[in-house]
């Protein structure tokens, strides 16, 4: 009895391993006081987070001083994210900064634990309303 259990929880988990990891993602590009903006709304893990680094990397170039994250809607971030975030910090060190506007809960307590909010390069803005000031900034 327990070998033909074992067969059919193999056959289950090979079967989950086959489909593709669903996207609980949402992006929307726009562009805000001359730099990306990148709105996402959903969850942000390790699979997500394949989708949402293209969506990044095809807004950065070399020119590109500043990226913004509009997160109000991002219900969940995990280490897969958190990664992403500092990497795309990396990329843009020595030029530019990453902000990330509306963070709140879980997400916002995670980049604050974890020190990213602290990081040089990495601003945090409640809403749209602080970012012109901080843009303005990068034209001086």
Known sequence: MPESRDRSSKSFDQA???????????TEVSYRFGVPLIYVSGELDHDSARYLRGVIAQELNEQTRALLLEVSQLGYMDSGGLSLMFETLATLKDRGWLGMIG???GVQKLIELT?????PGFRIFPDLKGVQAAVADLQD
């Not at 989950?16 to 949402?26: F, K, M």
């Not at 020190?115 to 990081?119: E, F, I, K, M, T």
């Open 16 to 26: 989950a391993q086959s489909r593709p990891p669903a996207t609980r993602l949402d």
């Open 115 to 119: 020190g990213l909010a602290d990081r």
């Open 103 to 105: 963070a709140k809960g």
